[in-house]
């Protein structure tokens, strides 16, 4: 996969969002319900200054925006998350990581996504799923379209 020119504004929109620009999180492949996020490791990233892993909200963060712009791909903006879960299965220690998201159903109103996270070794180091409002209500959802 790689960038598409009609999908450069993926990453347009991520850097809008304040907590993945503060992290610099850039989408380096996009394709038709596909993304892969890049995260570049950075100190503060850091749970346990002892043990050096990657805090485990770091790890829910990727999985839900490489879901969501999964998502995006299809819908043309990012949609709201609804619920989402996120199994830990490795320790991430210092380095980059690459998270890639994948739509599993899109419906009328509700999407569901999953992600992935890999290590700079290809190590599996956290999975997740999520479900995502993506329903165009403006009248009961003041944020439906927000870019």
Known sequence: MSLPEDLLWLNVRLKRNHFCNWMNL???SAGDGEVEVYAPWREELISNPDARFTHGGILATLV????SFAIATRLGRPPQTVDMRVDY???AKPGDLIARG???RLGRTIATAEAVIYDGGNKL???GRATFLVAEDRASNPLAGAI
């Open 125 to 127: 180091i956290a999975s």
């Open 102 to 104: 994948k739509i599993i």
């Open 89 to 91: 299965h490795s320790v």
């Open 26 to 28: 850039d989408i380096i």
């Open 64 to 67: 839900d925006t490489a879901a």
